[in-house]
């Protein structure tokens, strides 16, 4: 199955199943409510947890809408937290002259406030800091979990989505550099574990301006799906909805004012985001270093 997440043209947002037809509304808030705490996808993974197939009703009788007539949101808006791993390809390791990888290293935290949703715009904040895109699959939890062992990691997974892990290079610390606001676009659609059979025969691409940059086979992986949920669960409680992003591939580079960057895995859809520098600043922080944007540097040798 396909889901998303959408805002109905009366302002009401819900979690739905995409469709040959159209989407089928699943969860969704009321009319003229007030907050409602979580999102409807957040409710909805909490309710069915990693069982998104168990509906309790015909697809039938649910309320069918036009995707035409809606816009789709990140399909998590609001998760408790973005897990993201660092140095996770053997190529991007060797890119980015680094000594160590994601098994030294362990994850990182983005912002969820940095969420964006697809078709959106990566909002760039300073006029003269290097800004890197970096495409990756991303994991959606589908319930509550603590300390899994790695052979039970897939039964808390409820689907896959693209994400963008946008960054600032330099010294700064890395949950800084990746969470502005706008830097993780994510989307469109969580496609259902159900729905792939082996992620490692599954082909990652993006491009920037139509530009292929990076290209990869998801079985390169230094850590796999299932020590990453685990890993990640013997960090912290795992919440329906949180995010984990497996890392990037080689060929990051910098992303400019105007351009825009596309995110594709075929089995799980298309992310497309566009760049904007309008309202950059100067960056008040040192942690510039050698990577001024105007220097256009390579992609070697900088600061992950």
Known sequence: M??????????????GLLTGEGVRVLEQNPL????TGWSPMRRLLHSRGSNLLSLNTSIDDLELLHLDDLQILAPVPDPSKIMAAPVNYRDHQVEMDAHAQVGALGLFLKAPSSILAPNGTVKLPYLDRRFDQEAELAIVIGR????LPIQEAASVIAGYTLLLDMT??????????????TFTPMGPFIVTTDEIDDLGRLSLKCSVDGRIRQHVNLADLIWGVPELVSYASSITKLMPGDIISTGTPAGVGPVMDSQTIEVEIAEIGKLEVNVSSVGSTACPTTGVGRWEISERPSTENIVL
Not at 2 to 15: N, V
Not at 168 to 181: A, H, I, L
């Open 2 to 15: 396909k889901l998303l997440s959408f805002s109905r043209p009366d302002g009401r947002i819900g979690a």
């Open 32 to 35: 003229n409510a007030e907050e």
């Open 144 to 147: 509550v979990a603590s300390h």
């Open 168 to 181: 600032m290079r330099g010294d700064e610390d890395r949950s800084t550099r990746k969470s502005f606001d």
